[in-house]
Nanobody
Framework: QVQLVESGGGSVQAGGSTRLSCVAS????????MAWFRRAPGKEREGVAS????????LYHETVQGRFTISQDNAQNTVYLQMNNVASEDTAVYYC??????????????????????WGQGTQVTVSS
């Protein structure tokens, strides 16, 4: 019902910035939680950031707090991840994901520990030094 396509991955210098984009299509109106996840080689997937597309509340993993910003453009059905001051530890495949929001999500924001139903194909971000 929902298709997600990421773009913007590539190589970036340590300390630099880049922005990832995720374009959603299909039955997007009901999927009110959007999030970015990442997986580094040999490591488990971890949630990076999420946003409730109605009230705009964003949540961040502690490792990216203050460096990354998630935002949305509902008119374009797009969610972004602005990555500033990147470090080698940020090297990973980044995935866009979506799910329906619960009543609790409307208050607290969309936790990335919850199961997401729709996933993009992923885009590689490599931080070089």
């Amino acid at each position: 019902q929902v298709q997600l396509v990421e773009s913007g991955g590539g190589s970036v210098q340590a300390g630099g910035s880049t922005r990832l984009s995720c374009v959603a299509s299909g039955n997007t109106a009901s999927q009110k939680c959007m999030a970015w996840f990442r997986r580094a080689p040999g490591k488990e997937r971890e949630g990076v950031a999420s946003i409730h597309t109605i009230n705009g509340r964003a949540l961040y993993h502690e490792t990216v707090q203050g460096r990354f910003t998630i935002s949305q453009d509902n008119a374009q059905n797009t969610v972004y991840l602005q990555m500033n001051n990147v470090a080698s530890e940020d090297t990973a495949v980044y995935y866009c994901a979506a799910r329906k929001a619960t009543g609790l999500d409307s208050l607290r924001g969309c936790g990335t520990h919850d199961d997401f139903n729709y996933w993009g194909q992923g885009t590689q971000v490599t931080v070089s030094s």
